[in-house]
């Protein structure tokens, strides 16, 4: 049976603290719900001594009946001044009623010198009855060494004291932190196998690292290797600084690598969606190219790669997309061989030589234009319906016009008038917005067009991106627009380019209109993915 590994997550109070980073009690209350299905062991919740928010929240997730997590309040050993029961930081640590309290201690000895101006004996003996107080009021008690990797380079005889003093106090676990995120996994790996030797058979021996040198997920596994059997960081790798060690990445490589239990397989298969609901909560954007979780993880755009993979996935993936809840993208681009074009084609074009040849020179001069297919899915659908002479136009925009104003009040006023023709009748609409040209653009199309397809009440645009095709043209380069559009189930990419941004987004706008027409109304949705749990729609 494989040995398990306790994961302990951090997001809503190391992750909280990244730059741009800020959880309101309800988001906590959300990501506890998430993470506990997810199936980690551990939570930490807050510094309840820190401020009311924290408090608050301990108070509220009492209330939540949890089927996995056990929820941990975290702070600091006593002050020096104070006694423990006179300390207000490990009352109210008390207070917040978690079956588990996490305190962090100094173990390197320039922190003690520094920081805490206290003698070192002061700071051992701080670091035993915090615990000790601790341990006679919290079923389970683990100790936090700041700075660990640091002290016991400078002073390796009494970081280990601080350790054994939290020991002998009672602590359940010692975690070893690399606090600065400045050690390399030799470091890590050495100091770690010392602690195990010496303290293993006594407590579970945990790792904290933060990545600073880019090596925190590295460190983490380093220190599981030399035997240490409680991980914590953060999803996503949020954190102060350049962040926490990202759990999303050393949850999958614990599990399906090194043989260790973590989560389970079962629940693995949620972890893409667990990663996307934290940052969906936390409002940041998604890291396409993020390990194991992004979009961009199991994407392959090279020919060679395509064809490679499509005959034997191990080629370029070294694990299967769905175990980790993921899956896999063919992009199109200028690189693009006949395995991609196969692979993301809405019709079979293997027998279609001709029609392949075309669609892979269209998009070679399109891309020179600079159109781009790796986010407009939808386009390309269009593109090879159009080739193969296969794909009439439900409606064609003859014209439009549109006027921006504005008045001494402040209020912006675009106006948009297009002329539609459907099955040879000609459609003139105007619409009015206060949202921008594309607003109104987009509501005189569908108010032309919504009463002949009623299907189109569903539509909506979901995201809208402008790029600079070549900045080096100034007030005269070309803009690349790429819309999201979803309905109810799906959702899809367009693309318009030109050096007129309105021109571009109506060109990106007729697609998507047209391409959920196809779906609704003609043949097939290949192309639309389906909307995920966590993602803005």
Not at 69 to 95: C, E, Q, W, Y
Not at 323 to 336: C, D, W
Not at 388 to 414: K, M
Not at 428 to 445: C, F, I, K, R, Y
């Amino acid at each position: 049976m494989s040995q398990c590994i306790e994961i302990y997550d951090t997001t809503l109070r190391d992750g909280s603290q990244g730059e741009g980073v800020s959880f309101s009690v309800a988001d906590k209350l959300n990501i506890t719900r998430e993470l506990d299905a997810f199936g980690i062991h551990y939570i930490e919740g807050g510094w309840p001594g820190s401020n009311p928010k924290d408090v608050e929240y301990f108070q509220a997730v009492r209330k939540i009946k949890l089927r996995h997590a056990r929820i941990a309040a975290f702070g600091s050993t006593r002050h020096a001044k104070n006694t423990p029961a006179g300390d207000h930081n490990l009352r109210m640590l008390v207070a917040a009623k978690t079956p588990v309290v996490v305190i962090f201690g100094k173990s390197w000895d320039l922190h003690v010198r520094d920081a805490l101006r206290v003698t070192l004996d002061d700071n051992l003996r701080m670091i035993s009855s915090s615990v000790k107080f601790l341990k006679q009021r919290v079923p389970r008690v683990f100790f936090d060494a700041e700075h660990f990797f640091d002290g016991y380079r400078a002073h390796a005889d009494y970081a280990l004291r601080t350790l054994e003093a939290a020991l002998e106090a009672g602590a359940d676990a010692l975690v070893l932190c690399d606090t600065n995120g400045g050690s390399l996994p030799d470091d890590i790996r050495n100091a770690t196998a010392a602690v195990v030797t010496r303290f293993g058979s006594h407590a579970v021996i945990g790792i904290h690292t933060h990545n600073d040198s880019g090596l925190a997920v590295a460190n983490t596994l380093a220190a599981v290797a030399a035997g240490a059997r409680h991980v914590q960081g953060t999803i996503n790798g949020l954190g102060e600084r350049t962040g926490n060690a990202d759990l999303t990445q050393i949850i999958p490589s614990l599990e399906l690598k090194l043989g260790f239990r973590t989560v389970g397989s079962d629940k693995l298969r949620r972890l893409t969606e667990t990663s996307r609901v934290i940052y969906e909560i936390a409002n940041l954007p998604m890291r396409d190219n993020q390990p194991f979780v992004g979009r961009s993880a199991f994407a392959h755009k090279g020919g060679v790669h395509v064809s490679a993979v499509s005959r034997n996935p191990l080629t370029y993936e070294h694990i299967k997309p769905e175990t980790v809840g993921n899956e896999r993208r063919i992009l199109v681009s200028e690189l693009s061989g006949r395995s991609n074009i196969l692979a993301c084609s809405p019709i079979d074009l293997s027998k279609q030589p001709d029609t392949m040849k075309e669609v892979l020179q269209r998009i070679m001069e399109m891309e020179k234009r600079g159109y781009a297919f790796e986010n407009a899915t939808a386009s390309f659908d269009l593109l090879v319906r159009k080739a193969a002479g296969i794909y009439t136009p439900r409606f064609r925009l003859e014209s439009f016009r549109v006027v921006s104003e504005g008045g001494a009040d402040g209020r912006r006023i675009s106006e948009a008038t297009v002329k539609v023709r459907i099955n040879g009748e000609l459609l003139h609409t105007v619409s009015e917005a206060e949202h921008g040209p594309v607003s109104a653009l987009d509501q005189a199309l569908r108010k032309a067009l919504t009463p002949r397809f009623p299907c189109l009440a569903d539509f909506r645009l979901v995201d809208y991106k402008v790029h600079i095709v070549n900045a080096q043209a100034a007030a005269e380069a070309k803009v690349r627009v790429v819309i999201e559009s979803a309905d109810r189930t799906a959702c899809w990419g367009t693309v318009g380019v030109s050096d007129n941004i309105i021109e571009a987004s109506c060109e990106a706008l007729v697609d998507s209109l047209e391409y959920m027409l196809l779906r609704s109304l003609g043949r097939g949705d290949k192309g639309g993915r389906r909307i995920s749990k966590g993602r803005r729609a």
